[in-house]
């Protein structure tokens, strides 16, 4: 039962439109808006409804200016999939109460004009380079929301971005001709020389602890016992040995 359970596909819910394969994670939260609201989760609400607000004029404009038909087709699942977040977005900012901007920032608003004034033969380069990086930048800030929010509508909201925020940057990619040398490079460790398993208080704390499980048994006494053993072991089998 157990294997049947793993090994059974997950399949996405469906949104109904022109667009087939939408992605919608099925709602196994029953998010009522329980928890506390961060500041974090309000600007993350914030965003998404940014991200929307320029990425669905964007992709409409994918399918009238580009001339290769799997930007176009591109651009109509990208608009598509992000009128479909703006909602998701909009009901949670409603349930939290939350104000959501009206229209692009400064920034989306310069990306949309490179776009505009764009021709055919630069359209796509633009049009790719500017969502790949746009999705890039809030890819990790919405795993940080996801792990860390305490209230359960921002929760999933946060998975629900995700996986449309992920399906997106496999389509711009899939075009082949995203310049990843002009894309941010992540952040260098805070502590270069530390491992890969970061050691709090609380670690050593339970390792101290771990070692000295036994009451009244420290660590040179059992090493004497070992050592005691392995002389005892050593004897025996030489005894065995001399009495062939």
Do not use: C
């Given at each position: ?27 196994s ?57 703006d ?145 005892a ?12």
């Open positions: 039962m157990v294997l049947t359970f793993l090994l059974a596909p997950v399949s996405p819910a469906r949104a109904d439109g022109t667009v087939p394969g939408i992605p919608v994670p099925q709602n939260f029953n998010a009522k808006g329980a928890g506390s609201v961060s500041a974090a989760d309000r600007d993350f609400v914030i965003k998404v409804r940014l991200a929307g607000l320029w990425e669905i004029p964007a992709g409409n404009m994918a399918q009238e200016k580009s001339d290769d038909p799997r930007v176009v087709t591109i651009g109509k699942s990208i608009a598509a999939q992000h009128v479909l977040l909602k998701l977005d909009r009901d949670v900012a409603k349930k939290l109460s939350i104000d959501l901007p009206s229209e692009p920032n400064s920034d989306q608003q310069f990306w949309l004009s490179e776009m505009r004034n764009a021709n055919a033969t630069t359209f796509d380069q633009i049009f790719v380079d500017r969502l790949r990086a746009a999705h890039g930048k809030i890819f990790p800030a919405i795993a940080t929301i996801r792990a860390s929010t305490r209230n359960d509508s921002v929760r999933q909201l946060a998975q629900q971005t995700n996986q449309f925020v992920l399906t997106h940057i496999t389509l711009l990619e899939s075009t082949g001709i995203v310049s990843y040398g002009d894309l941010p490079t992540a952040p260098p460790p805070a502590n270069p020389n530390a491992g890969p398993v970061p050691v709090d208080g609380q670690m050593v704390a339970a390792a101290h602890s771990s070692t000295s499980a036994i009451p009244g048994v420290n660590t040179t006494v059992i090493l004497l016992v070992l050592a005691a053993a392995l002389v072991g050593v004897i025996t089998t030489m005894r065995i040995f001399r009495a062939r």
